[in-house]
């Protein structure tokens, strides 16, 4: 599993990614005429999302604090890094016909884009930016608000939701996912406990 490779993303965030992502898809499918396959493949997939980051350099990757704005160049990298690393994939096991293989492309390619054309590495805005990608988007948003990082702990889960209550408002995120992602607190919580980081004391609590 080479989206394990590097300590840059634990193998509890990608389970917690891939769930959130599945039970925002799910919850989301029928108001926007979404199949199961298609719900599933959000599931398999969203792991991949943040590939490219084997290709970012140790002392950007793992840089305790903010990066400055030349590290964030390199950081924001990742995309591009990611999108090549996926066409390899694709090419070199022959799957450049299979439909669901879009899926996973635009998950990669398009999941830091906002609504609002605020995003990178492309800018999209509105309808450009794929389903798929906004699910993923709130997902990995969610997750790294509410987890622990080497420089931070995480917010509390209300804390975490009126932030992206803001950033739906702002026209940034899905407003549907992330009301998803609310209704859903439940089985959030439940995936959170379920796949916890090695570090102690960081899960976030509803409050």
Same mark, same amino acid.
């Given at each position: 599993d080479f989206a394990n490779m590097r300590d840059f993303e634990t193998?509890?965030?990608?389970?917690?990614?891939?769930?959130?992502?599945?039970?925002?898809?799910?919850?989301?499918?029928?108001?926007?005429?979404?199949? &199961?396959?298609?719900?599933?493949?959000?599931?398999?997939?969203?792991? !991949?999302h943040?590939?490219?980051?084997?290709?970012?350099?140790?002392?950007?990757?793992?840089k305790?604090?903010? !990066?400055?704005?030349?590290?964030?160049?390199?950081?924001?990298?990742?995309?591009?890094?990611?999108c090549e690393l996926i066409e390899k994939i694709i090419a070199d096991l022959g799957l450049g016909?299979?439909?669901?293989?879009s899926v996973m492309r635009n998950i990669v390619a398009c999941h830091h884009e906002y609504l609002d054309g605020s995003g990178y590495p492309r800018g999209l805005k509105g309808d450009e930016v794929p389903m798929e990608?906004?699910?993923?988007?709130?997902?990995?948003?969610?997750?790294?608000?509410?987890?622990y990082r080497h420089y931070t702990k995480g917010w509390v889960v209300s804390e975490a939701m009126g932030a992206l209550r803001d950033m739906a408002v702002q026209?940034?995120? &899905?407003?549907?996912?992330?009301?998803?992602?609310e209704q859903h607190l439940d089985e959030i919580q439940a995936v959170a406990l379920r796949y916890q &980081?090695?570090?102690?004391?960081i899960l976030a609590t509803v409050d």
């Amino acid at each position: 599993d080479f989206a394990n490779m590097r300590d840059f993303e634990t193998g509890a965030h990608l389970e917690r990614m891939a769930r959130y992502s599945r039970i925002i898809a799910h919850a989301v499918a029928p108001s926007h005429g979404l199949s &199961d396959e298609f719900v599933e493949n959000i599931g398999l997939f969203a792991v !991949l999302h943040d590939i490219g980051k084997i290709g970012i350099p140790d002392h950007v990757l793992l840089k305790r604090g903010p !990066l400055d704005p030349s590290e964030r160049v390199v950081m924001e990298s990742h995309v591009v890094k990611g999108c090549e690393l996926i066409e390899k994939i694709i090419a070199d096991l022959g799957l450049g016909d299979v439909p669901d293989s879009s899926v996973m492309r635009n998950i990669v390619a398009c999941h830091h884009e906002y609504l609002d054309g605020s995003g990178y590495p492309r800018g999209l805005k509105g309808d450009e930016v794929p389903m798929e990608a906004r699910i993923v988007a709130v997902a990995d948003i969610f997750d790294a608000m509410t987890s622990y990082r080497h420089y931070t702990k995480g917010w509390v889960v209300s804390e975490a939701m009126g932030a992206l209550r803001d950033m739906a408002v702002q026209g940034k995120l &899905d407003a549907s996912c992330v009301s998803a992602l609310e209704q859903h607190l439940d089985e959030i919580q439940a995936v959170a406990l379920r796949y916890q &980081d090695d570090e102690p004391d960081i899960l976030a609590t509803v409050d």
